[in-house]
């Protein structure tokens, strides 16, 4: 496995330029993979990545968590996303944030809204109006997950300006950040793990 190469790695002290070369690996070894499948967009696609593989791994979000934190504004208050892809993601990022000393809170955004008690949408610690959160997304393919997510946190009077993810399958997500007048950056790009899966064979 590529991974394996990087095993004597200290991910808490290693440079960030290494680190990704290690997520990268993570993700060639163990979310990606070709077949017929159908994607929560409905859009069938002959690979899939299953990001939870890496983003749940211990060794994944300790990587995801340093590297997403080094892309964050300094201003960043919170960073957020739809539930379940990007729970893993916001978490990671807010405990290494508090290792760093630099705190930044989580927030998990429900598809639907809590049946009980407050009925909210957000979960997570309540912020001042005009808090500057930052989106996050495992794998964009439309990009309709991190706009409702987007959408969620404007109606409670936060402010999102940035959305980063793990992987663009550059299937128009991108395009329809910009649209709405949202930063977009992605770790990485699908070609990027394609790339190293097929030179693998």
Do not use: C, W
Request: hydrophobic content about 40%; cysteine-free.
């Amino acid at each position: 496995m590529i991974s394996d190469a990087f095993s004597t790695l200290n991910l808490a002290t290693a440079d960030l330029s290494t680190l990704r070369s290690y997520l990268l690996g993570l993700l060639v070894d163990h979310a990606y993979q070709e077949g017929n499948f159908t994607l929560s967009s409905g859009q069938p696609s002959s690979y899939y990545i299953n990001g939870k593989q890496v983003t749940l791994s211990a060794p994944g979000a300790l990587a995801i968590g340093r590297l997403f934190l080094s892309m964050l504004p300094q201003d960043t208050q919170a960073v957020a996303g739809l539930t379940l892809g990007a729970d893993p993601l916001v978490t990671a990022v807010s405990l290494v944030s508090a290792l760093e000393n630099r705190p930044i809170s989580a927030l998990i955004i429900r598809k639907e809204a809590k049946g009980h008690g407050t009925q909210a949408y957000i979960e997570g610690p309540t912020l001042d109006k005009g808090a500057k959160v930052v989106v996050l997304e495992d794998v964009v393919t439309t990009g309709k997950s991190a706009m409702l997510a987007v959408e969620r946190l404007r109606a409670v009077g936060y402010q999102v300006n940035h959305i980063l993810a793990l992987v663009d399958r550059q299937q128009g997500g991108k395009g329809l950040y910009e649209s709405e007048g949202l930063d977009f950056q992605s770790l990485f790009l699908i070609e990027d793990i394609k790339k190293i899966y097929q030179n693998r064979k």
